[in-house]
C-alpha cells in the first residue's frame, strides 16, 4: 500500500481506538467507587448542549463536520481502488513545447524478457500499475531455494538501476519482491 493510504488508514483507526478507549475509560470510571473518577458524570453541564445548539456558530460546525467526514470517508474509500495498468509516463526533460512520454508497459515488457533470460530465476513477473496515482513496476521473482538473498538481489539490483536510470527523477517507482521456491524432494 501507498504510505498516504496507508497513513490515512492508521490515523483513521487510530482515532477510532482512541474514541473506544476514551468511551471505555468513562463507562469504567462510572461504575468505580473512587471518589474522584466515580463523579466525573455528575460535573458535566447537561444544557451546555441544547443552549450551543441555538447559538448561530453551531450550524456552521456541523456543515464542517459533516463535510471533514464526507471527504475522510472518500479519501478512505479510495484507498480500496485495485492496482490499475500505468497508460503512460511523462520523462525528464519534457518542457512546455513538448512532452517525452513512455508507457510503462514497455519498461515492463524490457525487464521482464531481461530477467527471464537470467537462469538465475525461475519465473518472473513485471507488471507497470498505477496504485493510487502512484505508477510502480512491480517485479516479482522466484529463485530456488538454494540460492541465497545476496545472489537474487544483485541480480535484480541491476534491472532497478537500469530502470531508474532510464526514467530519471519522474513519479515511477520500482518494487520487488522475491521468493524462493520450496525445496523439491528427491523421489
Known amino acids: 500500500m501507498n504510505r498516504l493510504p496507508a ?5 483513521s483507526v487510530g482515532l477510532v481506538g482512541l474514541l473506544l478507549v476514551v468511551v471505555g475509560l ?3 470510571f ?3 467507587t473512587i471518589h474522584p473518577l466515580s463523579d466525573w458524570d455528575e460535573r458535566i453541564d447537561s444544557d451546555a448542549i441544547d443552549r450551543a445548539a441555538h447559538q448561530d456558530w453551531w450550524t456552521w460546525v456541523l456543515v464542517g463536520i459533516v463535510a471533514l467526514a464526507v471527504l475522510w470517508g472518500f479519501r478512505l474509500l479510495a484507498t480500496l481502488i485495485r492496482p ?13 513545447g513538448g512532452r517525452m512520454t513512455i508507457p510503462p508497459g514497455l519498461i515492463a515488457s524490457a525487464v521482464s524478457d531481461d530477467l527471464k533470460a537470467d537462469p538465475l530465476f525461475e519465473d518472473v513477473s513485471v507488471k507497470a500499475l ?5 505508477k510502480l513496476i ?3 521473482v522466484t529463485a530456488p531455494a538454494h540460492r541465497t538473498y545476496d545472489e537474487v538481489s544483485a541480480a535484480l539490483a541491476v534491472a ?28
Open 7 to 11: 497513513a490515512w488508514n492508521r490515523l
Open 26 to 28: 468513562a463507562l469504567l
Open 30 to 32: 462510572s461504575q468505580v
Open 84 to 96: 490499475q495498468a500505468a497508460e503512460r509516463l511523462v520523462l525528464d526533460g519534457s518542457e512546455e
Open 130 to 134: 498505477d496504485d493510487r496515482g502512484a
Open 138 to 140: 512491480r517485479i516479482v
Open 160 to 187: 532497478t538501476e537500469q530502470i531508474e536510470a532510464a526514467v530519471g527523477d519522474t513519479e515511477l517507482h520500482v518494487q520487488t519482491m522475491v521468493q524462493f521456491a520450496p525445496p523439491r524432494r528427491a523421489r
